[in-house]
């Protein structure tokens, strides 16, 4: 009987004797009723009041920055570090309270990629359309998806380009300034991937599961949407743990972070798990999405962004980014934190993650520039955690399957007076496949994958009682914060800052001054001159029309934020590349 129904809808794993039982009771109410299997899976258990589930705000009042922003309805933690202006929202936690939340990461200082406006959705209104390869093309409501067996556990995953901002100093690449907090560790709850396929019914054909978000939310691509796809071989895999999810640290999802429902794909980076999840297509063929090929790419580092455009290097399938690779950096000490040369020991610590349910087997610092290495102590939180929620079984098989999908802290004890006698300490982590960081950065025209060992420099001086002491020197602040020996003091500052963020070296701006009727006059004539953050930039080359308000434009990031007044979304990008890249002649300053 079994195998009969199973060929009625197509589903030809069940080797599972949970997803059996599962399956055999969808398909027997199914039969009843003549109705789609996938809907009856409502009657397993009580569906959740459709008022129960809102998108999540995380702090009390929306922050005066958001207020004039598409996303003035969204609160957010006004700690958070801003990394490409005002909007959209993209941001990191200072490093320190990220580790020091301990384990789990407090939903409210999780970071966030947005690539624009953050989508207003309703639960009630909301839908997941399974399509392409299936014999049931079948489109879900919330309450459909929740009422399916869940699963639930802890993740830690990044965003591919964690400490771009030393890829950044080194040359400037497409992305924006992330420091070395762009990841955070959730628990995540939903249902697993495989189970909404298996009861649409798999064509064997699938080689690719694609996921796209809603259409026309973002200015490129054919429709507007955000997506990309896994291997179906991931997607069926229960040991993988990929979910739709629904709730994170036990509530419901919070705007930036994909209400009312996601993809989670352990061991991935950040960018593979789209948000605001609407449509999920089996294909023969890779996701042909926009983002899926012009974004997480490590290329080459010979190859430029014009060279990547002109060859097509977007397409290798070489180059695409899924697992993550290995990282840690360190904690304490902190940026321009002081010791003394004095008797006893400083506790070093850090953090250290992994990609592909991977372990960290090691982490290790050295304070003689990674001639010698000396092991760390490692905390481990995954056990603690199955055994604090009495998931024993998952407890004692997660390490056997492979499946350590989160980050561990690791510290160990040094003597002052030979930390003081350093000229820098690093640290770099090892996992099971003995995989390790190397000492230098690999530079792509991405940023993407920085996983260099991390490095502090250490610097005499002086305590404030005159005691002999040094202070430590992170390579970088996130975003366009100033600081770090990778973005020296001095003149060179400016210089650095700049080339961090986009945009033109001070030093290098011609001695005119331009009035907003000069400006004006220039335009009565066919030339296009923008003021751009104080500065006057000849834009002819990308605008040809005068934008209607005149207002003074501001970058304020590496990414086009509202301050771009009066010009479309097509303009704003071209005019960020052309400005960022260094091709908008400077032709003075601005006087307002």
């Not at 929306?62 to 801003?82: A, F, Q, Y």
Request: with cysteine.
């Amino acid at each position: 009987m079994l195998s009969l129904l199973d060929a009625a809808i197509g589903i030809n794993d069940v080797s599972d004797p949970v997803t059996g039982f599962i399956v055999l009771l969808a398909c027997l109410l199914g039969a009843l009723t003549m109705l789609q299997p996938s809907v009856f899976y409502r009657f397993l258990k009580s569906s959740p009041k459709k008022n129960d589930w809102k998108p999540r705000q995380l702090v009390d009042e929306v922050d005066t920055r958001d207020l004039k922003t598409p996303d003035s309805w969204i609160c957010r933690d006004p700690s958070l570090i801003r990394l490409t202006g005002i909007h959209p929202f993209n941001c990191e936690p200072p490093l320190k309270d990220l580790m020091d939340a301990g384990f789990i990461t407090p939903t409210k200082i999780h970071f966030v990629r947005n690539h624009g406006k953050v989508p207003r959705i309703a639960w009630e209104n909301h839908k997941v359309t399974v399509s392409g390869l299936v014999n049931n093309p079948t489109t879900f409501t919330m309450d459909q998806i929740v009422a399916m067996p869940s699963h639930e556990f802890p993740l830690t995953f990044p965003c591919a380009g964690n400490r771009r901002k030393e890829e950044n100093m080194v040359k400037k690449g497409l992305g924006f300034s992330w420091g070395a907090a762009a990841h955070a560790t959730s628990v995540w709850k939903g249902v697993r991937l495989s189970t909404l396929l298996k009861a649409c019914g798999v064509n064997p054909k699938a080689k690719f599961v694609c996921f796209r978000g809603p259409l026309k939310e973002l200015p490129k691509g054919k429709d507007g949407s955000y997506g990309t796809s896994i291997a179906i071989d991931r997607a069926m895999n229960d040991n993988w743990d990929v979910i739709l999810a629904y709730q994170q640290n036990g509530k419901s999802l919070a705007p930036d972070h994909g209400f009312p429902i996601r993809i989670i794909i352990p061991g991935f980076i950040g960018g593979r798990m789209v948000k605001w999840l609407s449509h999920i297509e089996l294909s023969e063929k890779e996701s042909t999405n926009h983002f899926h090929y012009y974004d997480n790419r490590v290329l080459p580092s010979e190859v430029t962004a014009d060279r990547a455009n002109e060859e097509d290097w977007w397409h290798n399938p070489d180059f695409i980014i899924n697992d993550i690779n290995i990282q840690s950096a360190i904690r304490s000490p902190e940026h321009k934190e002081v010791i003394t040369r004095e008797e006893g020991s400083y506790t070093v610590k850090g953090y250290a993650y992994g990609g592909g349910g991977r372990k960290i087997i090691r982490c290790e610092v050295s304070i003689d520039e990674g001639l010698t290495w000396i092991g760390c102590k490692i905390h481990r939180f995954e056990a603690e955690w199955y055994k604090k929620n009495n998931r024993l079984g998952d407890m004692e098989t997660f390490d056997s399957r492979g499946k350590h999908w989160c980050w561990v802290h690791w510290s160990i004890e040094l003597e002052k007076k030979a930390l003081c006698s350093a000229p820098e300490i690093r640290c770099r982590a090892w996992d099971s496949d003995h995989n390790t960081q190397p000492l230098h950065i690999a530079w792509n025209v991405m940023g993407m994958l920085n996983n260099s060992s991390y490095r502090l420099k250490i610097h005499e001086c002086k305590d404030s009682k005159g005691n002999s002491a040094v202070w430590f020197e992170c390579p970088t602040l996130a975003g366009p914060q100033p600081g770090g020996w990778m973005v020296p003091e001095g003149e060179t500052r400016p210089s650095a800052m700049y080339a961090s963020l986009g945009g033109v070296d001070p030093r290098k701006v011609p001695d005119v001054k331009f009035s907003r009727e000069q400006i004006l006059e220039a335009h009565s004539v066919g030339k296009i001159l923008l003021a751009i953050d104080g500065r006057v930039f000849d834009a002819s080359s990308v605008i040809k029309s005068r934008p209607p308000n005149g207002h003074e434009i501001k970058i304020g990031g590496t990414t086009w934020d509202q301050y771009f007044g009066g010009l479309t979304s097509s303009q704003q990008k071209t005019l960020l590349t052309k400005y960022q890249g260094g091709k908008l002649q400077c032709l003075g300053v601005y006087r307002s």
